[in-house]
């Protein structure tokens, strides 16, 4: 018997997948260096269409040709050695599928070099954590288009289904496009996640409220506009207890939020386009900051908080609440998209940002009911330049912009931090802004470096410098 698919790389993810190919009727040949994993697997695999095999030469030969091939196995050095390994025994026509985390720029390098042996890659985005692997997660592929055919049908089979039944995978453009549009997946996440986290602590801090209560709010949030994974999650966190005390979970939890670098990239990225990003950035800083938990204390201790006591209405300020995070997700959203769009324009990978909305709809960890809002507005508009330009977002912003801006000036006057939901205010102020101060800043850029302006009465990409000394 020759297997379908082969996958390398025996984790969690890995052998989650496998079981999600093997349940929609494809066999499946595995491997992994690590003799716990692969017994892991043989246990897990017993009495399917399903086999563990202890080399790379062993897997080609379990394989039918062209021979496709899954890695599973951690981002950068590990990916290089498994394809050192696997791209001398295999043949032109051959495919290597990459499933983690990897940088776009590496996937690019990769798909050139395989290319040049006519051996076919994908970089795959895979989103939706270990139970997305195993009951539909949300494929992002991209790289060979020749590639696309052999696994279409298999990644439409194991991938999650929107409420329409759409599979939530979706060719996304050659080179590194697939792990690019991952990357601004979990910078999304960061901004998203950041604001829940904000919104959670404005109710605990400022509101006293206790866990059930607020696991209550989040509850009815998820039944509404703000239907979403996290938003569901979040409920369900704040509804547990921990054993040992019988106190919220949550309150068990150390303050120090870790990262694997997605988030980071997702920031770099808007920087090397020139496209702002601010609020999945303060989101990135926000993990920074709150590692520096020693210093914090300390900090807390020598400088005061302001002293103001919350007064306003409670349940009137938690709707508030509720629409400033609304505002601040859209915000959120759209300098990501606005990054794809940058993105795209320099790299040539006709991006359907209409199909990535709609390819995030199920089976991912941002999977949000407003994304059918977002197809909706790039299938009408592939052009549009702004997500908050679209009228049904531009309609909602305006709608919130006082309860939005209610919060945080309350979290200002209060000492409450609120990075991501600041910032996200502060983008859709500058973005709506006809004027900016930047006509100050480039006088300062000249006046100090002789670097030169633009006249508002001269044709845009004619460049004057003024002599501000001799002019004093």
């Given at each position: 018997m020759k297997f379908q698919i082969g996958l390398v790389g025996l984790g969690v993810m890995g052998r989650n997948l496998a079981l999600n190919m093997e349940r929609n009727g494809f066999s499946v040949c595995a491997f992994d260096i690590d003799e716990q994993q692969r017994q892991k697997a043989q246990e897990a695999f017993s009495n399917k269409k399903m086999s563990v095999v202890t080399s790379f030469n062993d897997l080609l030969f379990a394989l039918e040709r062209p021979r496709k091939i899954m890695m599973m196995v951690p981002a950068g050095k590990a990916v290089d050695a498994v394809i050192d390994a696997l791209s001398p025994l295999l043949q032109s026509g051959d495919l290597l599928i990459d499933g983690g985390n990897s940088y776009f720029l590496d996937t690019e390098r990769r798909y050139k070099q395989l290319k040049g042996k006519g051996i076919l890659y994908i970089g795959t985005g895979v989103s939706g954590g270990e139970e997305g692997a195993l009951h539909g997660p949300s494929l992002m592929p991209g790289g060979n288009p020749q590639a696309w055919p052999l696994i279409e049908d298999l990644f439409s089979a194991i991938a999650a289904k929107t409420e329409d039944g759409a599979p939530c995978a979706a060719w996304i453009g050659e080179g590194g496009a697939g792990h690019f549009v991952k990357m601004v997946h979990n910078g999304i996440e960061y901004g998203d996640m950041q604001m829940i986290c904000e919104s959670y602590f404005l109710m605990k801090q400022l509101l006293q409220m206790p866990a059930q209560e607020m696991s209550a709010v989040f509850q009815k949030w998820n039944q509404g506009e703000l239907d979403s994974y996290?938003?569901?999650?979040?409920?369900?966190?704040?509804?547990?207890?921990?054993?040992?005390?019988?106190?919220?979970?949550?309150?068990?939890?150390?303050?120090?939020?870790?990262?694997?670098?997605?988030?980071?990239?997702t920031s770099q990225a808007a920087l090397d386009f020139g496209v702002p990003a601010p609020t999945i950035a303060e989101a990135v800083f926000a993990r920074f900051i709150?590692?520096?938990?020693?210093e914090r204390v300390q900090a807390s201790k020598v400088i005061n908080s302001p002293q103001f006591q919350f007064?306003?209405?409670?349940k009137q300020f938690i709707d508030s609440l509720e629409q400033a995070l609304y505002a601040s997700k859209i915000c959120s959203y759209a300098q990501g998209f606005q990054l794809m769009k940058a993105a795209n324009d320099e790299f040539n990978w006709n991006l359907n940002l209409a199909n990535i909305a709609q390819i995030w709809q199920g089976g991912c960890i941002i999977r949000a009911k407003f994304l059918i809002k977002i197809k909706q507005a790039f299938s009408e508009n592939s052009n549009l330049d702004n997500l908050m330009l679209a009228s049904y977002f531009r309609e909602a912003l305006q709608k919130r912009q006082t309860a939005w801006r209610k919060v945080v000036s309350t979290a200002a006057l209060t000492g409450m931090p609120t990075p991501a939901l600041s910032s996200a205010l502060a983008y859709f102020d500058s973005y709506r802004s006809a004027q900016l101060p930047a006509n100050l800043l480039q006088a300062q850029r000249d006046y100090f470096g002789a670097h030169t302006f633009e006249r508002i009465d001269r044709p845009r990409g004619q460049f004057f410098h003024f002599d501000w000394q001799q002019n004093s």
């Amino acid at each position: 018997m020759k297997f379908q698919i082969g996958l390398v790389g025996l984790g969690v993810m890995g052998r989650n997948l496998a079981l999600n190919m093997e349940r929609n009727g494809f066999s499946v040949c595995a491997f992994d260096i690590d003799e716990q994993q692969r017994q892991k697997a043989q246990e897990a695999f017993s009495n399917k269409k399903m086999s563990v095999v202890t080399s790379f030469n062993d897997l080609l030969f379990a394989l039918e040709r062209p021979r496709k091939i899954m890695m599973m196995v951690p981002a950068g050095k590990a990916v290089d050695a498994v394809i050192d390994a696997l791209s001398p025994l295999l043949q032109s026509g051959d495919l290597l599928i990459d499933g983690g985390n990897s940088y776009f720029l590496d996937t690019e390098r990769r798909y050139k070099q395989l290319k040049g042996k006519g051996i076919l890659y994908i970089g795959t985005g895979v989103s939706g954590g270990e139970e997305g692997a195993l009951h539909g997660p949300s494929l992002m592929p991209g790289g060979n288009p020749q590639a696309w055919p052999l696994i279409e049908d298999l990644f439409s089979a194991i991938a999650a289904k929107t409420e329409d039944g759409a599979p939530c995978a979706a060719w996304i453009g050659e080179g590194g496009a697939g792990h690019f549009v991952k990357m601004v997946h979990n910078g999304i996440e960061y901004g998203d996640m950041q604001m829940i986290c904000e919104s959670y602590f404005l109710m605990k801090q400022l509101l006293q409220m206790p866990a059930q209560e607020m696991s209550a709010v989040f509850q009815k949030w998820n039944q509404g506009e703000l239907d979403s994974y996290l938003i569901q999650i979040t409920a369900d966190i704040l509804s547990k207890t921990n054993p040992e005390t019988g106190q919220p979970m949550v309150d068990v939890i150390l303050d120090t939020a870790g990262q694997k670098g997605t988030g980071k990239w997702t920031s770099q990225a808007a920087l090397d386009f020139g496209v702002p990003a601010p609020t999945i950035a303060e989101a990135v800083f926000a993990r920074f900051i709150s590692a520096l938990k020693e210093e914090r204390v300390q900090a807390s201790k020598v400088i005061n908080s302001p002293q103001f006591q919350f007064k306003d209405d409670k349940k009137q300020f938690i709707d508030s609440l509720e629409q400033a995070l609304y505002a601040s997700k859209i915000c959120s959203y759209a300098q990501g998209f606005q990054l794809m769009k940058a993105a795209n324009d320099e790299f040539n990978w006709n991006l359907n940002l209409a199909n990535i909305a709609q390819i995030w709809q199920g089976g991912c960890i941002i999977r949000a009911k407003f994304l059918i809002k977002i197809k909706q507005a790039f299938s009408e508009n592939s052009n549009l330049d702004n997500l908050m330009l679209a009228s049904y977002f531009r309609e909602a912003l305006q709608k919130r912009q006082t309860a939005w801006r209610k919060v945080v000036s309350t979290a200002a006057l209060t000492g409450m931090p609120t990075p991501a939901l600041s910032s996200a205010l502060a983008y859709f102020d500058s973005y709506r802004s006809a004027q900016l101060p930047a006509n100050l800043l480039q006088a300062q850029r000249d006046y100090f470096g002789a670097h030169t302006f633009e006249r508002i009465d001269r044709p845009r990409g004619q460049f004057f410098h003024f002599d501000w000394q001799q002019n004093s």
